[in-house]
């Protein structure tokens, strides 16, 4: 027999070397993709104050629209509302902006990666959403309701009995229910 050796597989050398070399790639690649998902949830919040404080800022400037004698005073009270509804929807979050009870705007406030996370108070957001609105003489939040089962604001106005908290990741969204300021942390 002539000496030839006939190489049936992988040396260690060679196993330790290819496993080296993957834990280095992955060590680079780690940081990057956690990085992805931190800035679309800190977008996400951030779009989400950016749309309470139009509401805000809507809800103490917009003139009163009307009175309407075939309405209660409630009634007429949120008639002359501007809500906003923040809600999941084919894993996104989505915000649509109400005046009375007209939905004049949708605007999509993050992707996948931040629906998957978003909750209020420690309850996540489902596609019924949220409703919020703002007392227009003083700016305090109004009108925070998580029960409504459609699309069209509360039909009655609650009360509020601490702060509202928006998380998604990392980042928090606080509104403080007396004065209607809002944040964000994270």
Known sequence: ???TKRNAGFSLVELIICVAILAVVIGLVGPSIASMWKSEARKCAFNIDSLISKCRTDSMSRGFVGYDDTKTP???KIANKVYIRIYVKDDKVYGDTYFGTAKVNTD?????RAAGSLEVNG???NDK???ISFDRATGRLDVFDTTQASETPPSSLGTISGNTYFTTGTFKVTIIALT???EVSG
């Open 74 to 76: 409630e009634e007429n």
């Open 108 to 112: 999509q406030l993050g992707g996948h």
């Open 123 to 125: 309850t996540a957001v």
């Open 1 to 3: 027999m002539t000496g």
């Open 180 to 182: 209607g300021k809002h």
């Open 129 to 131: 959403g949220v409703f």
